[in-house]
């Protein structure tokens, strides 16, 4: 795919939703960041579920490491993974006091030293709490990419690369989420919804569908 078609694609994309954000429910950097830690294999409406809960009770490292790993698990108890995600959290609420004066850390390096921080976890922070260019590729921005062609990749690692490299500084920040968005609502994983597909014209995707 061309520049001029990929600039296209990211300027419907912006029209359609000039300011994009995550469904999840946060008010500070540190709740988002449990909640990115809590999400990994699980939806946004059911960490959002967990943490409208939680988070009135607790919502500092402090107060979340003091609720102790049985304690939190009472709470994320319907998130899957919920185990290991509550001994994780807890051992980065105790990194976080001890390294960081209980603040969230604003890089990547220090962020991917936290337990339960993967590097998908630190471009979501990073991007979302801190406002850096970072592209966190999950399922449907590797899936959205390759179909449309404007980041064609093997895996993720590889996604990521070429969607730093084909993304104007124009899109870069938002980018994130308006792939993610356009994954989960219209390009659909088992049926791409292309009929109401706003880049329709523009994707390389073969076998496009009329719904
Ligand atoms: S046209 Fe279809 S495959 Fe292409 S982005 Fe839209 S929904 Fe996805």
Redesign the pocket.
């Known amino acids: 795919m061309n520049a001029e078609k990929r600039y296209e694609i990211f300027s419907r994309l912006r029209a359609n939703n000039p300011r994009p954000t995550t469904e999840l429910n946060y008010s500070s950097s540190f709740e988002l960041l449990i909640a990115v830690i809590l999400s990994a294999q699980a939806t946004d409406v059911g960490v959002n579920k967990a943490t409208d809960k939680l988070y009135p009770v607790a919502n500092t490292p402090q107060e979340i490491y003091d609720l102790g790993v049985e304690g939190l698990k009472t709470y994320i108890k319907t998130i899957g993974l919920f185990n290991s995600k509550a001994e994780n959290v807890i051992k980065t609420c105790r990194m976080l006091l001890d390294r960081h004066n209980g603040e969230v850390p604003q890089t990547r390096e220090a962020l991917e030293a936290l337990p339960g921080v993967g590097r998908k976890t630190a471009n979501v922070v990073l991007n979302t709490a801190f406002g850096q260019p970072t592209i966190a590729v999950d399922t449907h921005i590797f899936r959205?990419s390759n179909?449309?062609g404007i980041a064609k990749g093997k895996n993720v690692d590889e996604v990521e690369k070429k969607l730093i490299r084909n993304v104007p500084k124009e899109f870069k920040l938002d980018i994130h989420h308006w792939l993610i968005l356009?994954g989960r609502y219209?390009?659909i994983a088992r049926k791409?919804?292309?009929g109401s597909?706003i880049?329709?014209d523009l994707?390389d995707?073969k076998e496009?569908?009329e719904i």
Do not use: A, G
């Open positions: 959205v179909r449309t356009h219209t390009c791409p919804r292309c597909c880049i329709e994707c995707f496009k569908t």
